[in-house]
């Protein structure tokens, strides 16, 4: 594998309840190159989530590294990690809540332009409507409020606004847990597209085994805050050494196995009508 862009080591995360310290995650590292996705999986409420939201530093480590362009993002006050927050870009799970029903599509997008000095209103809008039309959207579009879009449409504004930025990694945070299976093709084919033009970097969270056998080429296995497994995905899902690990599959097969989200397999996308 080429030289990592993003590398985490001992990461520890750790939140206060009813005066009690709980780590959500524990202990975690890996490297993450360029142009590659390394997946994270795991029932709900074993740190998923949490370690997404600490790599762009919506939560702040309790202890370890994370170096991105030969800086630690842990140890960066909110000044500090600023210029480098375009660089490392998020695509929630949620396309119906995660953006702001009172803008248009392109104000949407346009928004991550204005913060990075896209001073003119106009180029703005040109530069958003060029990326709407880039995942998928047409210009008609750009002038109508979220609320007016379907999930699926929703979450290609999500990966453009993300996309705005120009960002070298882009973290999915169960990004396409929301929608139907068919959507979720067309999202994972965009996905799969924008890594082969950009070289951008993959977190991809997600509980389903089928989506990260399609978008990841490194998986990890999250139990309990710890990565409790990692290697290659084709590997990791085929010939599984820990018991949780295996766990998951059977789960994946029998949804009554497992408590909590349930992993699920990718089904064709002839099985339009299914939920996910």
Known sequence: MSDPILSVRDLAVEFTTHGHRNRVVDGVGFD???????AVVGESGCGKSTLARTLVRLETPAAGSIRYAGRDLATLTDKELRPLRGDIQMIFQDPYGSLDPH?????VVA???????????RERRRRAVELLERVGLKPEHADRRPPEFSGGQRQRIGIARALASRPKILICDEATSALDVSVQAQVLDLLRELQEQEGIAYLFISHNLGV??????????????RFVEHGPTEEVLSRP?????????????????ITGRKPRLFAPAANAGAAT
């Open 103 to 107: 803008l248009t599509a392109a104000g």
């Open 212 to 225: 990260v056998r399609e978008i990841s080429q490194e998986v990890a296995v999250m139990s309990q805050g």
């Open 241 to 257: 050494r820990h018991d949780y690990t295996r766990r998951l599959r059977r789960a994946a097969l029998d949804p009554a196995l």
């Open 32 to 38: 993450l190159a360029a142009g590659r996705t390394l």
């Open 111 to 121: 928004e991550p332009l204005r913060l990075r000095g896209v001073t003119d209103r």
